[in-house]
Nanobody, 127 residues
């Protein structure tokens, strides 16, 4: 069963950068489209990015386009989210999860058979 562990969050000033990591176990990243999602207090969960199982397709939410980049290291079975020019509105807990499509559907849709959510990683951006 696919399991994920997120890390790399922290407190940064607006304009700063962070790189989040999503380490996958129980399978290989080659078999899964992996998305990053975030949830801020009292807000709905929001899909942020996707990288396809082949690694050939990526998709981003409009709110992070041109600031965030997702990529992976197959040897480390890890998917990353590089976040640049961070804004206070990026403050949230960030999670990774497998998506059902190769980045052609909504970024917030999760595979229905995925239940092993990680604890997420907190990102806080101060103004």
């Amino acid at each position: 069963q696919l399991q994920v562990v997120e890390s790399g969050g922290g407190l940064v000033h607006a304009g700063g950068s962070l790189r989040l990591s999503c380490v996958i176990s129980g399978s290989t990243v080659r078999y899964y489209n992996i998305g990053w999602l975030r949830q801020a207090p009292e807000k709905e969960r929001e899909g942020v990015s996707c990288i396809s199982a082949s690694g050939g397709a990526k998709k981003y939410a409009s709110s992070v386009q041109d600031r965030f980049d997702t990529y992976r290291d197959v040897a480390k079975n890890t998917v990353y989210l590089q976040m640049n020019n961070l804004k206070p509105e990026d403050t949230a807990i960030y999670y990774c999860a497998p998506l059902p499509t190769p980045c052609v559907g909504p970024l917030s849709d999760i595979r229905s058979d995925f239940t092993s959510w990680g604890h997420g990683t907190q990102v806080t951006v101060s103004s």
